[in-house]
């Protein structure tokens, strides 16, 4: 017979009793505690009593008020009307869950707004500055917005162009006009992507460039000679200006540092007069280390002072008109400036501007040799 081993069951642990819900009036002292000394602004509201239990120093500097101790009724009249702080009170208090987060703008600057039951009869509000998102943001919509009607009108031009070509009827002098169009719209609309692809590649960290021996002589006078008709056209006189102290060749990636130079060019134009003049100038520094230096001078409307810093940022647009047409919007993506900059700093150079609203500007760049 064999022998049976029965196995002892396992006593299982007892149960602990859930822990003793606290009182309201506990609860609401943890919660001033804990929200008294928060970076966020944050207020405590017995609604019960209609009081005011906490309010803490940043929600008070972010509502502004300045009573020492300030009634439920400051801290509503503080808020925008289109708050309903007291339906938001209620409807956490009573399914004890936490609402919604809402925004609002106080004196400029907005905020998130949260409310949180803390018991049965008060909740916490929290302030969140989200200004900066918000900017960032509209800043982000603002670019989309106007990368769709910046696409929109080189397709539209392309598209009317073909639809002409496509009725075969057309003269040899309109056709050609058609094909003209074709071919100029296409490259702004390459250029407008490319300029996408270069800040994707940017804010990825991906952005490189390919240095090699290079004919600076060369490729100043190329610019120049590719912007001289559309010069010709606008009454613009353009010059270009080589230093003969220039070597035969230096190492940069002569691809993107056409690329800032095409910019430069194309931003005088965009802004100087009929009649002005514009200048590229390339020219190897005296003191040592060794730089060379080019530069774009103009004769055109300038740029407002306030406005300088921000020139190099990204999605920067300066807005102004030509003295040609003042009614006339300048087309541009904001990034063409911002891109240069990132170019000549991957070059281990610097970008410079100086101008004077009414007068002119020059814009240069100098890289180590």
């Known amino acids: 017979m064999g022998i049976i081993f029965f196995k002892r069951k396992k006593k299982e642990a007892p149960v602990p009793p859930p822990p003793p819900s606290l009182p309201a009036a506990s609860s609401e002292k943890l919660a001033l505690a804990s929200f008294n000394n928060l970076l966020l602004g944050a207020f405590v509201v017995n609604t019960q009593t209609n009081t ?28 925008p009307p289109t708050y309903d702080l007291q339906k938001q009170l209620k409807e956490a208090v009573a399914s004890q869950k936490p609402g919604d987060e809402k925004e ?41 917005h106007m990368m ?27 056709f050609n006009k058609m094909i003209s169009i074709i071919q100029e719209q296409s490259k702004k609309l390459l250029d407008q992507v490319s300029s996408l692809l270069d800040l994707a590649k940017i804010e990825a960290s991906r952005f490189v460039i ?13 610019v120049a000679e590719v912007f001289q008709p559309q010069a010709v056209n606008k009454s613009i006189a353009l010059t270009a200006k080589i230093g003969s102290s220039i070597p035969l060749t230096v190492v940069l990636d002569p691809i993107r540092i056409g690329q800032v130079l095409n910019n430069f060019v194309s931003n005088s134009l965009k802004f100087t007069p009929a009649g002005g003049a514009i200048t590229i100038e390339a020219s190897i520094s005296k003191e040592t280390p060794k730089k060379l230096t080019v530069k774009v001078k ?51 150079g610097t970008i410079d501007l100086v101008s004077d609203e009414g007068k002119g500007t020059t814009i240069s ?4 040799l």
């Open 52 to 79: 005011l239990p906490l309010l803490n120093p940043t929600a008070k500097r972010m509502l502004g008020i300045q009573a020492a101790t300030p009634s439920l009724a400051s801290v509503i009249n503080a808020l």
């Open 104 to 144: 609002i703008t106080l004196e400029e600057k907005t905020f998130a707004v949260s409310v949180v039951p803390v018991s049965t009869v008060s909740a916490a509000v929290l302030l969140r500055d989200i200004t900066f998102e918000a900017s960032l943001q509209k800043v982000k919509e603002d670019f989309i």
């Open 148 to 174: 769709v009607h910046e696409l929109r009108a080189p397709l539209t031009a392309i598209k009317g162009a073909a639809q002409i070509l496509e009725k075969d009827k057309s003269s040899k002098q309109d």
């Open 210 to 222: 390919q240095k090699t021996p290079s004919d600076v002589k060369k490729l100043v006078s190329q």
């Open 298 to 348: 103009d004769t055109g409307v300038g740029i407002p002072k306030e406005k300088q810093k921000e020139i190099f940022s990204k999605f920067y647009q300066v807005g102004q008109k030509t003295d040609d047409d003042p009614n006339t919007h300048i087309p541009g993506t904001g990034l063409g400036l911002y891109i240069a900059k990132q170019i000549i700093e991957a070059h281990k």
């Open 365 to 368: 760049f100098s890289i180590p």
